[in-house]
C-alpha cells in the first residue's frame, strides 16, 4: 500500500530524512515513534505529499509521489491525514466540516453526505454536537469530528500526526478508543504517537526513528521487550519510567 | 450683519428637491454596482497576488501599485476622456448611445477601490494560520478549491471592518463623478446651486445626505458581521 525505497529529505541542510526504506501493507496498523526532530512528522507528511520528497522512491496506492503527472489531489482524496492540532474548519459547523469535501470532491448529494456524516458522528460518539461549531468543543471533541471528517471521504489510508499530543490527559483515551476501533475494522493506518499502550494493544509493527533514519523495526512485543538499538532502549525507559 | 436669507423650503420640496433626490439615487446606483464590482475585482486581483505563478503575482502587483498611487480624478478623466479613442468606430458608435459617462464612472471607481480591497483582503488570507490550508489540501482540494471554501470564507469575515472604510471610500469618492456629468448627488446639488445662489442651503443637504448613507452603510455591514459572521468566528 505504501512504499518508501531509498527516500531522503532536506530541510536547507537538515537531513530530515535520511535513506527510508519502508513498506506498510494493506490492513497494516504502524505506530511509528521516536524523540522530537527525529523526523517522524516529516515521514508521515511525505504520504499525503505534504512535504515532497528529495530523492528516492516513494509509492502510495500504486501512485508515484516521485513522478510530475502524479494528481496528487486524487491520491489525497483516498488518504485521511489528522493533526496533532485537529485543524477544524472553525466557520463550519460540525456536520459541515465532514460534508464538504465528499460534497465537492466526490460529487455526493448533499443527503448522502449527511446520512454518512451522521453515522461517523455516531460512531465517535458526538451525534448531539452535530450543529455545534468547532470553537464549542473540546480537545478531545474537535479530534474525534477531525477523526470522522477523514473518515468521510472512505479512505484507503489514514495517517495520524501525534493526534493527541495536544490534548488535556482525560480526553486522550476517548480518542484512542475511536482509533482503536478503527484499526480492529482493518483500516491501514500510519499513528505518529508516543502513547505506547496504543502501540502495544493495536499496532503490528513499531517504527522507531532517530536522526531522520529508522533505527528498529520490530511487531509490538519484540520492541518492548528487547529493543536492539541503544538510541531505543533510552527513549523506552524515558517514556515508559514509572513518572509517567 | 448677517445678510445672507435662508430658504431651507428650496430643498426640502418642489423642483430643487426633485433634483436632490434624483442625485442621491444615481449616487446609490454608482455606490452600489461599484461596491459589488470592486469587492468581487478585489477578491480576484487578492488571489493572483498570492498565486505561486510569477507572472500572475507580478501582473497583481503592478495593479496594484499602478491604481492605488494615481489620483482617482485622473483615472475617471482616463476612462471618460481617453479610453474610447484607441477603439474602433463601431464600438465608439455603440458608447455614445449608451451612458457612457455613469459607465466610465463605474471602472473607474471599481478598479480604484478593487487595489484597496484587494490588500484588505490579502492581509486578512494571511492571517489564517496556514494549517488550514494543510488540512483543506490534505482533503484533496486543490489550491484554488481550498480558497474558495476554506480560505477565503474566514479571510473576509476578518476583513469586514476595513472593507467598510473602503465602501464608505467608495461612496463618498462617487462624488468625483459629477467631473464628467454623471448626474449624481454631488452634481445636482451644484445644479441647485447654480439655479438658486442657495449654496449653503444645497450643499448642506448634500452633506446630510452622504451622512445618512454612510452611516447606512456602516450600520448595514456591522449589522451582518454581528447577526451572520461573529457567531461563526473564532478560534
Redesign the interface.
Known amino acids: 500500500m505504501i512504499r518508501f525505497e531509498g527516500v531522503h529529505k532536506w530541510f536547507g541542510k537538515l537531513h530530515v530524512l535520511n535513506n527510508i526504506n519502508l513498506h506498510v501493507r494493506a490492513g497494516e496498523v504502524v505506530v511509528v515513534c521516536g524523540p522530537s526532530g527525529s523526523g517522524k512528522s516529516t515521514l508521515i507528511r511525505t504520504i499525503n505529499d505534504l512535504e515532497p520528497i528529495n530523492e528516492g522512491k516513494l509509492i502510495v496506492d500504486g501512485m508515484d509521489l516521485s513522478e510530475k503527472k502524479t494528481d496528487i489531489n486524487k491520491l489525497r482524496a483516498e488518504i485521511g491525514f489528522v493533526f496533532q492540532q485537529f485543524n477544524l474548519y472553525p466557520h463550519l459547523s460540525v456536520l459541515k466540516n465532514i460534508t464538504l469535501a465528499p460534497m465537492k470532491i466526490r460529487n455526493k448529494t448533499r443527503k448522502e453526505a449527511e446520512e454518512k456524516a451522521l453515522a461517523l458522528l455516531e460512531r465517535v460518539g458526538l451525534s448531539e454536537k452535530r450543529d455545534a461549531y468547532p470553537t464549542q468543543l473540546s480537545g478531545g471533541q474537535q479530534q474525534r469530528v477531525a477523526i470522522a471528517r477523514g473518515l468521510a471521504m472512505d479512505p484507503k489510508i489514514m495517517l495520524f500526526d501525534e493526534p493527541t499530543s495536544a490534548l488535556d490527559p482525560e480526553m486522550i483515551g476517548e480518542v484512542l478508543q475511536v482509533m482503536k476501533d478503527l484499526a480492529l475494522s482493518g483500516m491501514t493506518m500510519i499513528v505518529v504517537s508516543h502513547e505506547m499502550g496504543f502501540a502495544r494493544e493495536v499496532s503490528h509493527r513499531i517504527i522507531f526513528m532517530d536522526f531522520g533514519t529508522i533505527l528498529e523495526e520490530a511487531p509490538p512485543e519484540e520492541f518492548f521487550k528487547n529493543p536492539k538499538h541503544d538510541r531505543a532502549k533510552q527513549f523506552l525507559k524515558q517514556i515508559l519510567s514509572p513518572m509517567h | 450683519m448677517l445678510t445672507y436669507k435662508f430658504d431651507w423650503a428650496i430643498v426640502t420640496s418642489g423642483k430643487y428637491f426633485d433634483w436632490i433626490v434624483s442625485g442621491f439615487y444615481v449616487t446609490i446606483k454608482l455606490s452600489m454596482v461599484s461596491i459589488a464590482l470592486s469587492f468581487l475585482l478585489g477578491l480576484i486581483i487578492a488571489i493572483m497576488r498570492m498565486s505561486h505563478l510569477r507572472p500572475v503575482r507580478w501582473f497583481a502587483h503592478g495593479y496594484l501599485e499602478f491604481f492605488r498611487n494615481t489620483p482617482l480624478l485622473v483615472q475617471i478623466f482616463f476612462w471618460y476622456f481617453g479610453s474610447y479613442k484607441v477603439l474602433p468606430a463601431v464600438a465608439n458608435d455603440w458608447l455614445v448611445k449608451q451612458d457612457f459617462e455613469f459607465a466610465a464612472a463605474v471602472i473607474a471607481l471599481t478598479i480604484y477601490t478593487s487595489a484597496f480591497i484587494a490588500e484588505d483582503i490579502r492581509s486578512g488570507v494571511r492571517s489564517i494560520p496556514k494549517?488550514?490550508m494543510?488540512?483543506?489540501?490534505?482533503?484533496?482540494?486543490?489550491y484554488i478549491?481550498s480558497m474558495q471554501?476554506?480560505i477565503l470564507?474566514?479571510a473576509v469575515?476578518l476583513t469586514i471592518p476595513p472593507l467598510i472604510n473602503q465602501f464608505l471610500n467608495l461612496m463618498k469618492n462617487s462624488s468625483l463623478a459629477m467631473t464628467i456629468g454623471v448626474a449624481e448627488l454631488m452634481y445636482q446639488a451644484r445644479q441647485v446651486e447654480s439655479y438658486t445662489f442657495k449654496g449653503f442651503e444645497a450643499f448642506s443637504a448634500a452633506t446630510l445626505v452622504y451622512l445618512a448613507l454612510s452611516f447606512t452603510i456602516t450600520g448595514l455591514m456591522t449589522l451582518y458581521d454581528k447577526k451572520v459572521l461573529q457567531?461563526?468566528?473564532?478560534?
Do not use: N, V
Not at chain 2, 457567531?231 to 478560534?235: H, I, N, V, Y
Open positions: 494549517e488550514q494543510e488540512a483543506a489540501r490534505s482533503s484533496g482540494f486543490s478549491r471554501y476554506i470564507p474566514q469575515r457567531p461563526l468566528k473564532g478560534r
